[in-house]
């Protein structure tokens, strides 16, 4: 099993007091796999991914990548594990404004230290990207920079990719275009994919769905 | 008001922003006002000695061997048509008690504002500043005097200092003047004037150091305030979107600076008070000892100095605030309400930077070229140090760039490139931690620089083990002849004063002996220096005289009893007064009344004080009648060491104030950095190693900045040395660099940086993940 929570809790706090955000989440991923992870503003979805990439660390229950428990793992364990196994995609981008567009695609690759040129390069072609190596991010489209940061996360070739509302920033047309894209890519590396989205449209390409639902998967 | 209130609620929301906001203008307003306190108090006690001891300004006549002048010969000196007023000075209760003839002081000489003597003729009265203890049966008059000083009626003067004689008497200067008596001679006045215009230069480096402080701390409100107006641009975009015009949105802008500055004004001129309360003792040490200046060592308050304080705040806010007001009034109603990277410069501001920049090092070669006078030096000081702040971002800029190029792994290069991306937003802490590190590196090596020649010349002029000062010329003789078989030499130290060049000089006669051969400071002489000297053909000229006349070697200058070339210039540091040297014979002979009452006694150092006792026991003289060379050294030291106290003050208070304009700039830009840093961290860096990065950043920063100040101060210095002091006090001195100074300057501001860090750097190590995970939130 490539990701396994297993009655996973999280609750934070408001200044209206505690607010439980997860609870009781169970949830497998197989490896090849795609996942969308559906469900209302507020229902958890985004909570539960951060668990998933080790972002953060549940109250109770188990986490599990490729084997490894990070629920509670040390701050050291779970950057080890962002680095390694887990690939990120978010809504807002998140490019590093400071590199090029080279720089950016590679950054994750070489921090993991598997760093590939010529994959590099195949994720840049396939993304269109070829010609835009040397621009900075604020000098591309949302769009372009949703496809470099899909190269980004791709380019270590990670064993999990989570995906938080990748197309959300996106036109329709433009979203599908990027979404398929990054299908195809994913596919390409055998890596399981969860992607969150409100929408059930995005979600039907995906392989399964499950819903939550105040904190619960329905 | 609305809008008002919608605005204002940024700074509830932001008090660390506010806070900062309001120190930076306190202590920019402290610095400059502290030291305009200082000016104008050091000023006021100039005016009161002015007017107390107007006395001083007139010509004197005083008998040749300083003994009173009996009133008999005064009564003679009247009778022969002298027009002169008899004055008694002695120390009464701690108090210098001057008696003065209302009747027969000229009005040149009358102390102003003492009031209308001729009420109190006769009467117990004395005239002192307010709140002076007098004693007992004597009535104090409040009078604009400075402390420690009293004026009072001769009759009531003579009185209470037990029948004392007349101590010299005053000379109208328009009467003429009949033939003078053996004993008598005529002292020459002092001209008020060469003091006020020394210490010009000094309080003109006061007010230099003043306006470096207060432009360090206008960077702190600089960032503070553009940080305020960028996070509140989509305020502003909705405050117009729904109705409020830019005129009134400037205008309610403008209030609430104003209303800010007022505080932050205040708040500023209560500590400038403290500044300066406790930094006018020194300086009041400071003029008595380099220029004989006398200033009250506390701190009277001035309702002027208090307005112009408080305009100072106002105006150096609106300055700081120009920028982003003009940004608001210009600012388009659809404009992005996205906060913008905080003063990010584009590459088209960086070239403009670099373009002023280079003009402004441009105009410091030309002003250094061709500019002469202590404008030019404090010009060309003002245009380099803003020229190499300007250019400051720029290099920093070009290095990480190269450094990006060059490095090797993922992270490194990352590094380099977020350091790029992060100097915009702390170009200004940086140019105000460059201009602080350069005026401590500047100043230091100019005190230093002093100290080592000061140090070194010190040994040379004072090569005699011994110094005499007899009380007349019969027991000058007697000392002499007694000292024959016990010293190696007894050197005459004879000195008259003659207009010279338009001003008054001092003439030393010296004996033709090894210890002036041998031992005296010379900057350039002609061959055979000492023997034209001794052969009475030619004057050796203090460098003063010789800079500001513009002499050269061979130029003649024109004493009493006819004109010499000048065969040498020397050294004569702390010396305001032009003067020259020649032979002992030619003094006599040209100033046959010269008081010849000082010598120099060589003798085996570890004879010297038994000798000095001996002296002293033989012939009843005073302790300091008889005084060693390590005494007057020690004594010359002290108070070149309290000279430079003032200026160390200032240099430790604008490196304060530096470190806490980077301080406010790392505080404010943290909030900012974490959609920069947020997606590295979820790429696999642990908030401890980002804060590592973080942290390192700083110090990177300052040590780059502190390798450009090294530089900067280096020219500063020169520029204090070679130029300021030349046309402020006479003399140049040589550089020296302090290696070891700078190190522990670096320490200092890598210390600055950490302690700047520190608290920005600790709560990203401790964020909470919920925190970093904001950014990536689709609310966000």
Redesign the interface.
């Given at each position: 099993m490539l990701l396994t929570l297993r009655s996973v809790t999280k609750t934070?706090p408001t200044s209206e007091g505690p607010l439980k955000v997860l609870d009781g989440v169970d949830l497998t991923l197989e490896p090849g796999q795609t996942l969308a992870l559906t469900g209302e503003?507020g229902s958890g979805k985004?909570t539960l991914l951060?668990l998933a990439?080790g972002?953060?660390?549940a109250d109770a229950g188990s986490v599990a990548v490729a084997g490894q428990d990070v629920a509670q793992a040390s701050?050291?364990v779970r950057?080890?594990?962002?680095?390694?196994t887990v690939g990120?995609v978010?809504?807002?981008f998140?490019?590093?404004?400071?590199?090029d567009v080279a720089?950016n695609l590679?950054?994750?690759a070489?921090?993991?230290g598997r760093?590939n040129p010529a994959w590099t390069q195949e994720l840049a072609d396939a993304l269109g990207l070829s010609a835009l190596l040397t621009r900075y991010p604020e000098q591309l489209s949302g769009g372009q920079q949703q496809r470099v940061a899909i190269g980004r996360t791709l380019a270590p070739k990670p064993r999990l990719v989570l995906a938080?509302?990748p197309t959300?920033n996106l036109d329709e047309a433009t979203g599908d275009a990027v979404l398929a894209l990054m299908l195809r890519l994913v596919a390409q590396t055998g890596a399981g994919l969860l992607m969150v989205t409100h929408s059930p449209r995005l979600a039907d390409k995906l392989d399964a769905r499950v819903h939550l639902t105040a904190g619960r998967i329905a | 008001m609305t809008g008002l209130l919608a605005l204002l609620s940024h700074w509830r929301r932001h008090p660390v922003q506010l806070a900062m906001l309001l120190l930076g203008l306190s202590l920019a307003t402290a610095l400059w006002s502290g030291v305009q306190a200082i000016n104008a108090e050091a000023r006021a006690s100039y005016d009161r000695a002015a007017n107390a001891l107007g006395q001083d300004r007139l010509d004197r006549l005083v008998r040749r061997d300083g003994a009173p002048i009996p009133i008999a010969t005064y009564a003679e000196l009247r009778r022969a048509g002298w027009q002169a007023s008899p004055v008694i000075e002695g120390t009464y209760s701690g108090l210098r008690l001057i008696g003065i003839d209302p009747v027969t002081l000229p009005e040149q000489g009358r102390p102003v504002d003492v009031g209308n003597l001729g009420d109190v003729i006769g009467t117990d009265t004395v005239f002192a500043a307010e709140g002076t203890a007098v004693p007992d049966g004597l009535t104090l008059q409040p009078a604009d005097l400075p402390t420690g000083i009293a004026v009072t009626d001769i009759a009531v003067a003579q009185r209470l200092l037990g029948g004392a004689g007349i101590s010299h008497l005053v000379l109208d200067p328009d009467a003429a003047r009949p033939a003078l008596p053996d004993t008598l001679v005529v002292q020459t006045a002092q001209n008020g004037t060469d003091i006020a215009r020394l210490t010009d230069s000094f309080h003109l480096n006061l007010t230099a150091f003043g306006l470096l402080a207060f432009a360090v701390g206008l960077f702190i409100v600089h960032s503070a305030i553009g940080l305020a107006f960028e996070q509140r641009r989509a305020v502003f975009r909705t405050l117009r979107a729904l109705g409020l015009s830019a005129r009134a949105l400037t205008g309610v802008l403008l209030a609430e600076l104003l209303a800010l500055a007022i505080i932050g004004g205040l708040a500023g001129t209560a500590m400038g008070y403290g500044v300066a309360a406790a930094l006018l003792p020194d300086v009041a040490a400071t003029l008595r000892g380099l220029y004989g200046a006398e200033v009250a060592g506390t701190l009277a308050f001035r309702p002027g100095w208090w307005a112009a304080g408080m305009g100072i705040a106002v105006a150096g806010t609106l300055v700081a605030a120009g920028q982003s007001l003009w940004r608001v009034w210009t600012m388009p109603l659809l404009a992005p309400a996205q906060p913008r990277a905080w003063a990010r410069a584009s590459a088209r501001s960086l070239r403009w930077q670099a373009g002023l920049g280079v003009a402004l090092m441009m105009a410091t070669v030309i002003l250094g070229l061709g500019g002469t006078g202590l404008f030019a030096g404090f010009a060309m000081l003002a245009s380099l140090l803003m020229g190499a702040a300007l250019l400051l971002p720029v290099l920093l800029t070009a290095f990480t760039a190269f450094a990006q190029g060059r490095a090797a792994g993922v992270l490194p290069q990352w590094f380099w490139a977020d350091t790029r991306q992060q100097l915009p937003g702390l170009s200004l802490a940086l140019m105000a931690l460059l201009l602080a590190l350069a005026a401590n590196v500047g100043v230091g090596t100019m005190v230093a620089s002093f100290r080592l020649t000061f140090t070194g010349w010190l040994d040379q002029r004072l090569a005699s083990e011994l110094y005499l000062t007899a009380q007349d010329e019969a027991q000058a003789a007697r000392i002499v002849m007694w000292l024959a078989p016990r010293t190696d030499a007894v050197l005459p130290i004879w000195q008259a004063d003659t207009p010279l060049l338009g001003q008054r000089a001092e003439v030393y006669g010296v004996a033709d002996h090894p210890t002036y051969r041998d031992n005296w400071p010379m900057i350039d002489a002609l061959p055979g220096v000492w023997d034209a000297v001794a052969a009475g053909q030619g004057v050796l000229a203090n460098e003063q005289l010789y800079r500001r006349a513009g002499l050269r070697l061979g130029d003649t200058v024109t004493l009493p009893g006819g004109a010499l070339p000048i065969v040498g210039v020397y050294s004569d540091y702390g010396n305001p007064n032009p003067q020259v040297l020649i032979s002992t014979d030619q003094l006599v002979a040209r100033f046959p009344d010269v008081p010849r009452l000082r010598y120099g006694l060589r003798v085996t150092p570890d004879k010297a004080a038994k000798l000095a006792a001996d002296l002293r026991a033989t012939f009843d003289l005073p302790v300091d009648a008889v005084v060693d060379n390590a005494s007057i050294k020690a004594l010359s030291l002290r108070i070149f060491e309290r000279t430079f106290a003032v200026t160390a003050a200032l240099n430790v208070l604008t490196l304060g104030v530096a470190g806490l304009a980077m301080f406010a700039s790392l505080l404010t830009l943290s909030g900012m950095r974490l959609p920069q840093l947020a997606p590295v961290w979820a790429m696999g860096l642990t908030r401890r190693q980002l804060a590592g990065l973080e942290f390192a950043r700083t110090l990177l920063l300052a040590a780059l900045t502190m390798l450009a100040a090294l530089p900067l101060g280096l020219g500063l210095a020169w520029v204090l040395l070679a130029v300021v002091n030349v046309a402020a006090f006479g003399w140049r001195l040589p550089m020296h660099v302090f290696p070891g100074d700078w190190l522990h300057l670096a320490g200092l501001s890598l210390l600055a940086a950490a302690m700047a860090a520190v608290i920005p750097v600790r709560r990203l190590a401790r964020m909470a993940p919920t925190d970093l995970l904001r950014v990536f939130a689709h609310e966000r």
């Amino acid at each position: 099993m490539l990701l396994t929570l297993r009655s996973v809790t999280k609750t934070y706090p408001t200044s209206e007091g505690p607010l439980k955000v997860l609870d009781g989440v169970d949830l497998t991923l197989e490896p090849g796999q795609t996942l969308a992870l559906t469900g209302e503003s507020g229902s958890g979805k985004s909570t539960l991914l951060h668990l998933a990439a080790g972002l953060d660390t549940a109250d109770a229950g188990s986490v599990a990548v490729a084997g490894q428990d990070v629920a509670q793992a040390s701050d050291a364990v779970r950057a080890r594990l962002r680095r390694g196994t887990v690939g990120l995609v978010f809504q807002q981008f998140n490019l590093i404004p400071s590199l090029d567009v080279a720089a950016n695609l590679s950054f994750q690759a070489r921090l993991a230290g598997r760093h590939n040129p010529a994959w590099t390069q195949e994720l840049a072609d396939a993304l269109g990207l070829s010609a835009l190596l040397t621009r900075y991010p604020e000098q591309l489209s949302g769009g372009q920079q949703q496809r470099v940061a899909i190269g980004r996360t791709l380019a270590p070739k990670p064993r999990l990719v989570l995906a938080d509302e990748p197309t959300g920033n996106l036109d329709e047309a433009t979203g599908d275009a990027v979404l398929a894209l990054m299908l195809r890519l994913v596919a390409q590396t055998g890596a399981g994919l969860l992607m969150v989205t409100h929408s059930p449209r995005l979600a039907d390409k995906l392989d399964a769905r499950v819903h939550l639902t105040a904190g619960r998967i329905a | 008001m609305t809008g008002l209130l919608a605005l204002l609620s940024h700074w509830r929301r932001h008090p660390v922003q506010l806070a900062m906001l309001l120190l930076g203008l306190s202590l920019a307003t402290a610095l400059w006002s502290g030291v305009q306190a200082i000016n104008a108090e050091a000023r006021a006690s100039y005016d009161r000695a002015a007017n107390a001891l107007g006395q001083d300004r007139l010509d004197r006549l005083v008998r040749r061997d300083g003994a009173p002048i009996p009133i008999a010969t005064y009564a003679e000196l009247r009778r022969a048509g002298w027009q002169a007023s008899p004055v008694i000075e002695g120390t009464y209760s701690g108090l210098r008690l001057i008696g003065i003839d209302p009747v027969t002081l000229p009005e040149q000489g009358r102390p102003v504002d003492v009031g209308n003597l001729g009420d109190v003729i006769g009467t117990d009265t004395v005239f002192a500043a307010e709140g002076t203890a007098v004693p007992d049966g004597l009535t104090l008059q409040p009078a604009d005097l400075p402390t420690g000083i009293a004026v009072t009626d001769i009759a009531v003067a003579q009185r209470l200092l037990g029948g004392a004689g007349i101590s010299h008497l005053v000379l109208d200067p328009d009467a003429a003047r009949p033939a003078l008596p053996d004993t008598l001679v005529v002292q020459t006045a002092q001209n008020g004037t060469d003091i006020a215009r020394l210490t010009d230069s000094f309080h003109l480096n006061l007010t230099a150091f003043g306006l470096l402080a207060f432009a360090v701390g206008l960077f702190i409100v600089h960032s503070a305030i553009g940080l305020a107006f960028e996070q509140r641009r989509a305020v502003f975009r909705t405050l117009r979107a729904l109705g409020l015009s830019a005129r009134a949105l400037t205008g309610v802008l403008l209030a609430e600076l104003l209303a800010l500055a007022i505080i932050g004004g205040l708040a500023g001129t209560a500590m400038g008070y403290g500044v300066a309360a406790a930094l006018l003792p020194d300086v009041a040490a400071t003029l008595r000892g380099l220029y004989g200046a006398e200033v009250a060592g506390t701190l009277a308050f001035r309702p002027g100095w208090w307005a112009a304080g408080m305009g100072i705040a106002v105006a150096g806010t609106l300055v700081a605030a120009g920028q982003s007001l003009w940004r608001v009034w210009t600012m388009p109603l659809l404009a992005p309400a996205q906060p913008r990277a905080w003063a990010r410069a584009s590459a088209r501001s960086l070239r403009w930077q670099a373009g002023l920049g280079v003009a402004l090092m441009m105009a410091t070669v030309i002003l250094g070229l061709g500019g002469t006078g202590l404008f030019a030096g404090f010009a060309m000081l003002a245009s380099l140090l803003m020229g190499a702040a300007l250019l400051l971002p720029v290099l920093l800029t070009a290095f990480t760039a190269f450094a990006q190029g060059r490095a090797a792994g993922v992270l490194p290069q990352w590094f380099w490139a977020d350091t790029r991306q992060q100097l915009p937003g702390l170009s200004l802490a940086l140019m105000a931690l460059l201009l602080a590190l350069a005026a401590n590196v500047g100043v230091g090596t100019m005190v230093a620089s002093f100290r080592l020649t000061f140090t070194g010349w010190l040994d040379q002029r004072l090569a005699s083990e011994l110094y005499l000062t007899a009380q007349d010329e019969a027991q000058a003789a007697r000392i002499v002849m007694w000292l024959a078989p016990r010293t190696d030499a007894v050197l005459p130290i004879w000195q008259a004063d003659t207009p010279l060049l338009g001003q008054r000089a001092e003439v030393y006669g010296v004996a033709d002996h090894p210890t002036y051969r041998d031992n005296w400071p010379m900057i350039d002489a002609l061959p055979g220096v000492w023997d034209a000297v001794a052969a009475g053909q030619g004057v050796l000229a203090n460098e003063q005289l010789y800079r500001r006349a513009g002499l050269r070697l061979g130029d003649t200058v024109t004493l009493p009893g006819g004109a010499l070339p000048i065969v040498g210039v020397y050294s004569d540091y702390g010396n305001p007064n032009p003067q020259v040297l020649i032979s002992t014979d030619q003094l006599v002979a040209r100033f046959p009344d010269v008081p010849r009452l000082r010598y120099g006694l060589r003798v085996t150092p570890d004879k010297a004080a038994k000798l000095a006792a001996d002296l002293r026991a033989t012939f009843d003289l005073p302790v300091d009648a008889v005084v060693d060379n390590a005494s007057i050294k020690a004594l010359s030291l002290r108070i070149f060491e309290r000279t430079f106290a003032v200026t160390a003050a200032l240099n430790v208070l604008t490196l304060g104030v530096a470190g806490l304009a980077m301080f406010a700039s790392l505080l404010t830009l943290s909030g900012m950095r974490l959609p920069q840093l947020a997606p590295v961290w979820a790429m696999g860096l642990t908030r401890r190693q980002l804060a590592g990065l973080e942290f390192a950043r700083t110090l990177l920063l300052a040590a780059l900045t502190m390798l450009a100040a090294l530089p900067l101060g280096l020219g500063l210095a020169w520029v204090l040395l070679a130029v300021v002091n030349v046309a402020a006090f006479g003399w140049r001195l040589p550089m020296h660099v302090f290696p070891g100074d700078w190190l522990h300057l670096a320490g200092l501001s890598l210390l600055a940086a950490a302690m700047a860090a520190v608290i920005p750097v600790r709560r990203l190590a401790r964020m909470a993940p919920t925190d970093l995970l904001r950014v990536f939130a689709h609310e966000r």
